[in-house]
């Protein structure tokens, strides 16, 4: 039973454009959802978070859009640069279960072309 | 800046062997995980502990053990190597608080051969 899901392994933007990450959620309790950036042979790097008190968090060229009613997040790119191509991780948490475990989505492999 | 230190960034073993990860974070988290990477599948939890000689089981914790004597380390443990255990393995830590995100190491591919 897939917690997390990023429904498109892949996308392919241009330099310059807006790259748009998708990630649904079926578990209604979680509470605290992130955005990691995995360059191959690296490990996940944390790259910003949204607690469900918010819809919206900026930090610099990332923007994460969260709407609880569907059950969604995404994350935004913009402008989207060729150093922006990795793999992009979903992950969610119910810390209000005490836990501070995180569900991982699949994640989607960004390619940003010059 | 969080710095989680895996000790090997590749490693090869041999089926049967028992095999040893270990993982170093010098920013006095409580909470340390491991993680397996696979292709198609994500990251998927093996072990966590959220303080010494503490662990509880994640996802998929057949085949492993796991070690945390002092705060700073967790090992895991592959008590006898099957190749289906080939993988990049990812250790974690975290603030034992409420939204606090995960930093990672750079990973241990290890291969079972």
């Known amino acids: 039973d897939q917690q997390v899901k990023q429904n498109s392994p892949s996308l392919s933007v241009q330099e310059g454009r807006i790259s748009i990450l998708n990630c649904d959620y079926t578990?209604?309790?979680?509470?605290?959802f992130l955005w990691y950036k995995k360059y191959p042979a690296e490990g996940p790097t944390f790259l910003i978070s949204i607690s469900s008190i918010k819809d919206k968090n900026e930090d610099g060229r990332f923007t994460v859009f969260l709407n609880k009613s569907a059950k969604h997040l995404s994350l935004h790119i913009v402008p989207s640069q060729p150093g922006d191509s990795a793999v992009y991780f979903c992950?969610?948490?119910?810390?209000?279960?005490?836990?501070?475990?995180?569900?991982f989505g699949k994640g989607t492999k960004l390619t940003v072309n010059p | 800046d969080v710095k989680v230190t895996q000790s090997s960034r590749y490693l090869v073993k041999r089926t049967g062997e028992k095999v040893f990860l270990e993982c170093v974070q010098d920013?006095?988290?409580?909470?340390m995980f491991w993680y397996r990477q696979d292709p198609g599948l994500g990251l998927r939890l093996i072990y966590f502990?959220?303080?010494?000689?503490?662990?509880e089981k994640g996802d998929i914790p057949e085949g492993y053990s796991v070690s945390r004597e002092k705060k700073e380390r967790f090992s895991l443990i592959l008590e006898s190597a099957s190749t289906n255990q080939t993988s990049m393995y990812l250790c974690?830590?975290?603030?034992?608080?409420?939204?606090?995100?995960?930093?990672f190491g750079d990973g241990t591919r290890l291969s079972i051969l």
């Open positions: 974690a830590s975290s603030i034992r608080a409420r939204n606090q995100p995960q930093h």
């Open positions: 920013m006095d988290h409580e909470n």
């Open positions: 992950a969610a948490s119910d810390a209000q279960g005490g836990s501070e475990k995180l569900v």
């Open positions: 502990s959220y303080d010494v000689k503490m662990k």
């Open positions: 578990n209604s309790m979680f509470d605290y």
